[in-house]
């Protein structure tokens, strides 16, 4: 548009100036070689445009001469390239299809087309339909290659990884991750493999560092970061607990502060706090903790924050949690346990009772017998509580990957990944659960009596009485007989049971042979 506006400008601008020497009428005398030539001031002007248009055109054909041959070659250049970035484009879609010939053919196509050096990409290409080929060796050698070009560095870290990890070699894996985060901490594939190594040997620092990273550079929102940073100083806290106190305090501080839900920080931020005389503040950090999600290690923790207590006290302070989170089953057990402690049975036989209600498990049946046993001593009552929690669903626990574990741990032994333990209920028990309060009639399963022979079926049938029975309990034979006949015929009809997965069964043309034509009872 700009360029349209300037030859309009100039077009006019030419024009202005023919109409004022148009309007300025005037002679123009020129002296060459003993001659002289008089025109007007508008043929002049015409002439020395004409002159210079004449000169441009000649220029514009010998330039043109001039450049020709590398024009020729250009476009035979750029014909080229168009088509070996066709049969990259090719390619690279055959390499997503899975499609390892195709791949391959039109590598060779593009290397023939387009140097490689000019375009990396000829090189993932062939790496791709050597991992399509199953030439695994030959994928891993091109990737190591492309760890020489700095533009093709990252992509060659991130082939041999993935080799790494389907090899299984973790610690080949770890390796290329750490040189690619080293280079570019944004990429997350790095980034959390690095974590997992970090976190693996205990180096928490490092591993906040590298959360940091990931939270300056968006690779994670800023929730799951905070959500990281406290598991990492959780786990910090507990590393320095023994060797020094003040900076594991510091750390389940800043944890808390983190994730004030989340029960490992507030553990042992209050278990750090109360250690140095500060009950006060570590109740409340355990109360705050109590009100977002109940956990049997805070109100351990609670009950005996004070090591002067009474019992009586610290089925108290059982009570105040309780009443922090009203109708919850880990409250009735916390007030169940103190109470027992205090040999206050009523309560603690109530608390119990009323936690089974609201959440039937293993861990409240067996505090029940604890409770009988002390108060009564009966032992067949504590048998039966004991068989209730054999039948019940388990109890909460830190689960990872299938690894049940009774006190958390900042990874998971099995992957390594980073806050995999989740405080749930194991997987229940094989089998179906029965409440032993219910009685339940399970049918048994008996084997078929052998088929009575044809013979004897006919004077079962015909001894059998015709008319209607004078007796009560012979009416009742006969009519159970006759169900069972009809039964029987119905199955010969065709609706019969399933074949059991063992049974193959009988062959139509067997069966269509022996199938009986009188009436038979089995």
Known sequence: MIRLLAF??????????????ADRPGEMLVTFNGYQYQVTLMVAAVAIVAVVAAVMIVWWLIKSLWNSPYTISRYFRVRRRDRGYQALSTGMIAAGAGDGALARKKTKEAAKLINADQEPLINLLDAQASLLEGDHEGAR?????MLDDPEMRLLGLRGLYLEAERLGDRNAARHYAGRAAAVAPQLAWAAESTLEELTERGDWDGALKLVEVQKSTRQIERDAANRRRAVLLTAKAQALVDSDPNAARAAALEANKLAPDFAPAAVIAADLVIRQNDVRKGSKILEAAWKAEPHPDIAELYTHARAGDAVLDRLNRAKKLQELKKNHAESSMAVARAALDAQDFATARREAEAA?????????????????EAETGDQGKVRQLLSKAVRAPRDPAWVADGVISERWAPVSPVTGKLDAFTWRAPMER????????????????TAAPPAAPAEKAIDIVADAPTGKPAATNGGEKDRAVAETAGEAETADQGVGLPHLPDDPGVAPEEEAEKTPRRFRLF
């Open 430 to 445: 094989l089998g179906q659960l029965i409440d032993s309060e219910t009685d339940v009639a399970v049918p048994a399963i």
């Open 141 to 145: 050698a091109k990737f190591e290659r």
């Open 356 to 372: 089974i209600r609201m959440d039937r498990r293993e861990g409240a049946y067996l505090l029940l017998a604890d409770i009988e």
């Open 8 to 21: 309009l400008a100039v077009v006019f601008a030419l024009g202005l100036g023919f109409a004022w020497l």
